[in-house]
C-alpha cells in the first residue's frame, strides 16, 4: 500500500486553515460524542451499531442541543461513521467538518462555503483559482446555482415526481444530475424537494420544497447545508416518517432521539452544514480517489 506523505502533510494544512477560517470568525470549536444511543431517523443512511447503541452517523443532533443551550456559533471537525458506504469517493469512517450559526439561513452558507474555500486555497499559495482534472475552477467568481427541479429538467432520465414517487430521487440524482454538475465554478444545487430534507425548514414562499443544498465541484459532492427546522412537533412527524421508510425498507430501526426533541423548541433559528474533509483535501491536493488522502485505507489494517 501506497501512502501518500505529501497529500497528507497538505491536509494537515488544509486542516489548520479550516480552523483558522472559523476561530477568526469567532467560532466556538466543540467535542460532541461519537457514541450515541440513538442516531438521527433517516432512511437511506445506515449506522454503525456499537455495543447497545451507535457511532454517529453526523454530530448533528448533540451540535443542534449545544445551540440550544446558547452555545452561540460553533463548528467542528469530526469523525462519522455510515455502513457500507465504500467506494472511489466514499469510506465507512470519514473525517467531517460541520458548522451551526444562530439566526442565519442557507444563503448564509453559501457564503461561508465561498470564504472558507477562498481562504484555504490562500492559505496554500494557490490564489483564486484551483485546478481540477485539468480544468480551472474560479473560486472568487458568482458560484453557479440551479434549483433540483431545473437540474432534473436539464439532467434528468425521467421527470423528478416520478423519481421521488418511485423512490428513485437518489438514485437518478446519482446516475444522471450530479456527473453533469460542471462548471468552471463551483455548482450549489439547491430547494430540494421537501420530502428529501427531513431535517430543514420548508421555504416560505413555496412549501413543496426545503431550504437545503449541496455543494458539487465538477460533480463531486462535498457538503450538504440548510436552515433548520425548529418545530419539534414537526420534526417529530418527519421523524415518524423516516422510521416508517425504514421498517417498509425492511431495515432496523430505533427509538427517536427523545432528548433532542425536548431541547429543539429551546434552539434559535439556525443554519448548519455538513462538509467532507476527506473529500476537501481530495480537491485541494488534486486525488482521484479517497484512499490518496488518508492515512490508512480500511482494507490495509
Known sequence: MKIHMENLRRRARITASVRRFFVEKGYLEVETPLWVPAPIPEAHIDPLEAGNGYLQASPELCMKRLLAAGSGPIFQITKAFRKGERGAKHIPEMTMLEWYTPDADYESLMADCQGLFLAVAQDLGLGTTLSVKGKPIHLDRPWKRLTV???????????????????????????????????DTPVILCDYPAPMAALARRKPSDHTVAERFELYVEGLELANGFTELTDAHEQRKRFEEEVALRQRFGKPTWPLPEIFLNDLP????????????????????????????????????
Open 266 to 301: 429551546h434552539m434559535p433559528p439556525a443554519a448548519g452544514i455538513a462538509l467532507g474533509m476527506d473529500r476537501l483535501a481530495m480537491l485541494f491536493c488534486g486525488a482521484e480517489t479517497i484512499d490518496e488522502v488518508l492515512t490508512f485505507p480500511p482494507e490495509s489494517l
Open 149 to 183: 427541479k431545473e437540474a432534473y429538467a436539464l439532467y434528468g432520465s425521467e421527470p423528478m415526481d416520478e423519481a421521488l414517487s418511485g423512490d428513485r430521487f437518489d438514485e437518478v440524482m446519482g446516475l444522471d444530475v450530479e456527473p453533469r454538475l460542471c462548471c
